[in-house]
């Protein structure tokens, strides 16, 4: 045992400090800290351990080291819980299915990940068989490119949007359309968002935004207008419905606005600092809130209406903690992380990304912040200051789209140069290239089991990836 001592002090990731100032030898390890976490928190959780942006992966000692932080001072620990099950990473691609005649430019798994849905420049939306990977379903009706496939919180329901400015409203199960198109936008649809199991249990709520500047909120039993949103100058780039009652939505007038849900729909407040269209949001409960009361690696699912609300409002109360984190993406090459239910100031501003990012999305368990971008890289950041983790590099094309693992172990990435490329987030760098489609990949999605991956893109194949 080294002779050297420091004083640690762990602290959870909305910077609290939990259990008292800790003398420990310099070499102390992850499982040293691991065990002293667990007896003041008295628990047998797996954790990841943070000195600023520096992972603690051998000793405190290296920690301290790369991190240029002083042993004379209070050494800060931040930890992250890590998930309880583990998922395996995509492999090989075990079916490249046929059907779309045109580039497949959006996929999603329902939220039990039992079922997989895909939308085309074909003007189709199809519905696959994720047990034997082979075409279950066809559904027409629209005129132009499918941009989104968004399931219902149940799973019941599936709506489909894009460039003809409609929702369509299918049953999975029968294929056949519910009711008429609803007429929704006089331009493209540029995303979906259901309202949140534990806030609607009939899942009948779905929001959609528009480059004709508008959101708007739909009731999918009657497919009459609840209300419409018109407090943007410019498209609207994303629509997010978070678990408190708040519509989250961002423009290309280079805003995010924060609005009550309840039928008034007033704006809350607007979150300016981009100096660029606003590209895309997420929030950090976005997983929770898209499984609803399905419980990745759980071997028993919620059956009754009483427990199916239980379980989606646990879940959200776990992510939630202090409240809703969002963060924006632009092309001004920054993202900004908010805290938008409270402070209209943002949390952090993050830079490194050389050219417009595409796409962000908070990893599963609220704690990380992955970016994706047309400078041919994915960073990492963290879900509660905003810092700088890491870069992922090896894409020779833009990354278009990223998905994480169930287990906020992993993310892939989706590119123009035809490749899906995973990463892992213990040692920070690729984990499986994943070869195989012909040309640019559009979409990609990994289910929520963990079991599977899909990506479709401009060969109008559909890839299944599975360990």
């Given at each position: 045992?080294?002779?050297?001592?420091?004083?640690?002090?762990?602290?959870?990731?909305?910077?609290?400090?939990?259990?008292?100032?800790?003398?420990?030898?310099?070499?102390?390890?992850?499982?040293?800290?691991?065990?002293?976490?667990?007896?003041?928190?008295?628990?047998?959780?797996?954790?990841?351990?943070?000195l600023q942006q520096i992972e603690v992966r051998d000793t405190l000692k290296k920690a301290v080291q790369e991190a240029s932080h002083s042993t004379e001072i209070v050494v800060p620990l931040t930890f992250h819980p890590?998930?309880?099950?583990?998922?395996?990473?995509?492999?090989?691609?075990?079916?490249?299915?046929?059907?779309?005649?045109?580039?497949?430019?959006?996929?999603?798994?329902?939220?039990?990940?039992?079922?997989?849905?895909?939308?085309?420049?074909?003007?189709?939306?199809?519905?696959?068989?994720?047990?034997?990977?082979?075409?279950?379903?066809?559904?027409?009706?629209?005129?132009?490119w499918v941009l989104f496939v968004?399931?219902?919180?149940?799973?019941?329901?599936?709506?489909?949007?894009?460039?003809?400015?409609?929702?369509r409203l299918w049953d999975p199960e029968t294929g056949e359309q519910k009711g008429k198109a609803i007429n929704a936008h006089r331009k493209w649809v540029t995303s979906l968002s259901w309202e949140p199991y534990h806030r609607n249990q009939k899942c009948n709520h779905l929001a959609s935004s528009s480059k004709d500047h508008t959101v708007k909120v739909w009731n999918t039993d009657t497919h009459n207008l609840i209300y419409s949103i018109s407090?943007?100058?410019?498209?609207?780039t994303k629509i997010i419905w978070g678990g408190n009652g708040y519509l989250y939505t961002s423009s290309q007038?280079?805003?995010?606005?924060?609005?009550?849900?309840?039928?008034?729909?007033?704006?809350?407040?607007?979150?300016?600092?981009?100096?660029?269209?606003?590209n895309h949001l997420?929030?950090?409960?976005?997983?929770?809130?898209r499984t609803g009361y399905y419980e990745p690696g759980s071997e028993t699912q919620a059956e009754t209406e009483e427990d199916k609300?239980?379980?989606?409002?646990?879940?959200?109360?776990?992510?939630?903690?202090?409240?809703?984190?969002?963060?924006?993406?632009?092309?001004?090459?920054?993202?900004?992380?908010?805290?938008?239910e409270t402070s209209s100031t943002s949390v952090a501003r993050m830079t490194g990304h050389q050219q417009l990012i595409t796409q962000v999305l908070f990893s599963p368990d609220g704690h990380f912040i992955a970016s994706a971008s047309n400078d041919k890289s994915v960073k990492l950041w963290e879900g509660f200051t905003g810092q700088y983790l890491a870069s992922f590099?090896?894409?020779?094309?833009?990354?278009?789209?990223?998905?994480?693992?169930?287990?906020?172990?992993?993310?892939?990435s989706a590119s123009k140069d035809s490749t899906v490329k995973i990463w892992g987030m213990k040692k920070k760098g690729l984990l499986v290239d994943l070869p195989g489609h012909a040309d640019q990949v559009f979409a990609l999605d990994w289910s929520p089991d963990g079991r599977k991956m899909a990506s479709g893109g401009r060969d109008r194949i559909l890839n299944i990836w599975r360990n």
């Open positions: 045992m080294s002779d050297i001592r420091l004083i640690v002090q762990f602290y959870n990731g909305e910077g609290e400090p939990v259990g008292p100032q800790l003398d420990m030898p310099d070499d102390s390890t992850p499982d040293i800290l691991q065990s002293l976490l667990n007896s003041i928190k008295e628990s047998e959780d797996e954790y990841t351990f943070y890590q998930s309880l099950f583990h998922v395996a990473p995509a492999t090989r691609a075990t079916s490249c299915l046929e059907g779309h005649t045109e580039s497949i430019l959006c996929v999603q798994y329902s939220p039990n990940g039992n079922a997989l849905a895909t939308g085309g420049g074909d003007a189709d939306v199809r519905i696959w068989d994720v047990d034997t990977e082979t075409p279950y379903r066809t559904l027409k009706g629209h005129n132009n968004s399931w219902s919180p149940d799973g019941k329901t599936l709506a489909s949007a894009g460039v003809d400015g409609n929702i407090g943007h100058t410019a498209a609207v007038d280079r805003t995010v606005k924060v609005w009550n849900s309840s039928e008034t729909c007033v704006m809350i407040r607007e979150l300016k600092g981009h100096g660029h269209w606003v997420s929030c950090s409960t976005d997983f929770a809130l609300l239980e379980t989606s409002r646990k879940r959200y109360l776990k992510l939630l903690g202090k409240g809703e984190r969002i963060v924006s993406c632009s092309d001004d090459f920054t993202l900004f992380l908010w805290t938008p590099r090896s894409h020779v094309g833009a990354v278009y789209q990223i998905s994480w693992s169930a287990d906020s172990r992993m993310i892939a």
